[in-house]
């Protein structure tokens, strides 16, 4: 039987499931991605399991495939927050991003280091790769569409730092593989890492997306009513903003992540009501799901296939468990303390925040890069958080956030 062929009929049958399976399972305790890893287990076990994508074999497609669809989510995240940017309103996220990410990738690179035996480079890797949040898996605990709201601070916490911590735990992987070679301490190293990973690529990623997202705002709202992108309806051009400010802030060896979300909140601020928001999220929304879809299937293939699952022992198992119950969630519940939240609110917050295909993405662009020596054991690890956090949180999410809407007083879908 033709493969290629059952390839594109079940293809078919994602996309069209892509459609269907949110509406359905939105007020069941299942998530779109756990139907998709299901899925694809049991074609693991049908004459496609040819077709699975072991990542430590395939580093370069897997680095290729995650990352077009966490910038695809990047861009689709920042489109709808309604929130303008600002120091005082946007309180947790800087929290967040300067104490919890920094902090938690600290607790995940000791972790390793003693429960994992790593040497220094690949625990900090495994920070690295773990602390930033999904912007792709976490749809269900983000805010809605755009002119939905912004009055819930927890959705708001989640959504805006899966938005930037992707790209700002990219220095953190740099410097895990400038320390790969390093033998004895080497001062010139560790400036060059602060000048060009830290200074440069952070500033250029921030200066490429504003300018990308005021360039892009203007062509779309500002331009004479019949030349304005607007006026087409058509969300492919998110796609292009996307990939514009990507491509552009990688030529100029910046962070292409900080850059399209950047772009994404300039564009959205520089007119905030209009109804083409919607088309560019909706679109964009699809997209992302599409791609989720098809990774997911491939992920449960994976799963199926049981090369990775063989790798297991009591140690990766102890450390998923500490890093998703107890690392993320009383690093992130500790660093809201002071702000005007709920106990509940910074629970949810320190709680849900879901690893995803952005862990992968780090990791097979790092372990692409250098030889750390200790691949399976990193791959492994990561492989069973993601597993665990897309399950766990895929359960609950539902329950708990309709539990804390009606404590808010707010309207429960």
């Not at 996220?93 to 920094?102: D, E, G, K, Q, V």
Request: charged fraction near 15%; glycine fraction near 8%; proline fraction near 4%.
């Amino acid at each position: 039987m033709d493969n290629y062929v059952i390839v594109l009929t079940l293809l078919g049958v994602v996309i069209l499931l892509t459609a269907w399976l949110p509406m359905v399972l939105r007020t069941l305790p299942l998530s779109l991605p756990i139907f998709c890893i299901m899925l694809g287990i049991l074609l693991s076990w049908s004459t496609l399991s040819q077709v699975a994508i072991n990542p430590l074999d395939n580093l370069n497609l897997t680095e290729r495939l995650t990352e077009i669809v966490v910038i695809v989510a990047l861009m689709g995240a920042g489109l709808k927050l309604d929130r303008p940017l600002g120091w005082k309103r946007w309180r947790a996220t800087w929290r967040l991003l300067a104490i919890a990410m920094p902090v938690t990738i600290l607790a995940i690179a000791v972790t390793g280091w003693l429960l994992l035996a790593l040497p220094l480079a690949s625990a900090l890797l495994l920070g690295a790769v773990l602390a930033p949040t999904d912007p792709v898996l976490a749809s269900d605990v983000q805010v809605g569409p755009p002119g939905s709201g912004d009055k819930d601070e927890a959705r708001f916490a989640l959504t805006s730092e899966a938005g930037l911590n992707d790209g700002l735990s990219f220095p953190f992987v740099y410097l895990a593989i400038a320390l790969v070679p390093m033998q004895t301490f080497d001062a010139n190293v560790l400036w060059h890492w602060l000048a060009v990973d830290v200074v440069w690529r952070l500033a250029a990623g921030v200066a490429i997306g504003w300018i990308a997202g005021r360039i892009l705002g203007f062509l779309t709202f500002r331009l004479p009513k019949n030349a304005r992108l607007a006026r087409t309806g058509d969300g492919l051009v998110a796609l292009g903003i996307t990939l514009l400010s990507y491509g552009a802030t990688e030529l100029a060896h910046g962070y292409g992540f900080v850059a399209v979300f950047v772009s994404a909140v300039t564009l959205r601020s520089t007119e905030r009501q209009h109804d083409f928001h919607e088309n560019l999220h909706s679109f964009t929304e699809q997209i992302e799901r599409l791609l989720m879809m098809v990774l997911m299937v491939f992920f449960g293939m994976i799963i199926g296939e049981g090369t990775l699952l063989r790798a297991m022992t009591i140690p990766i198992i102890s450390t998923a468990l500490i890093v998703l119950f107890v690392l993320r969630p009383v690093i992130g519940w500790l660093s809201l303390g002071g702000l005007r939240m709920s106990v509940a609110e910074r629970g949810v917050i320190g709680f849900f925040g879901i690893r995803g295909l952005g862990s992968f993405y780090y990791l097979a662009f790092a372990t692409g890069l250098a030889s750390f020596g200790t691949e399976e054991t990193l791959w492994a690890t990561v492989f069973l958080i993601v597993l665990i956090s897309i399950v766990i949180h895929g359960i609950t999410v539902t329950p708990i956030m309709r539990r804390l809407d009606q404590a808010q007083g707010r309207p429960v879908e």
